[in-house]
């Protein structure tokens, strides 16, 4: 976990998480989080992909597909919003 959380940094855990469990595991999103601009960053054979969780469509019920299973190696990057967000 990177970025606009409470305690950022590396986390290990024995069974699947989700994006959102990750989060709470962090401590929750930063008071500065770009909610909306939640990327996590996954190495697929050799290839660095980006995937996208719009975390307050998600908890508004909007969108539920981005709550995906995070992998060994990924990295959850919460940004600090933007003066206009």
Do not use: C, W
């Amino acid at each position: 976990m990177t970025g606009e959380v409470a305690k950022p940094g590396r986390y290990e855990y024995r069974q699947s998480i989700n994006v959102l469990q990750a989060i709470a595991l962090a401590g929750g999103l930063g008071p500065f989080a770009a909610e909306k601009r939640i990327k996590i960053r996954r190495k697929e054979a050799g290839t660095e992909n980006l995937y996208e969780f719009d975390y307050e469509a998600f908890t508004e019920g909007y969108d539920l597909s981005g709550n995906m299973l995070l992998h060994n190696g990924d990295v959850v990057i919460v940004p600090e919003r933007g003066l206009f967000e």
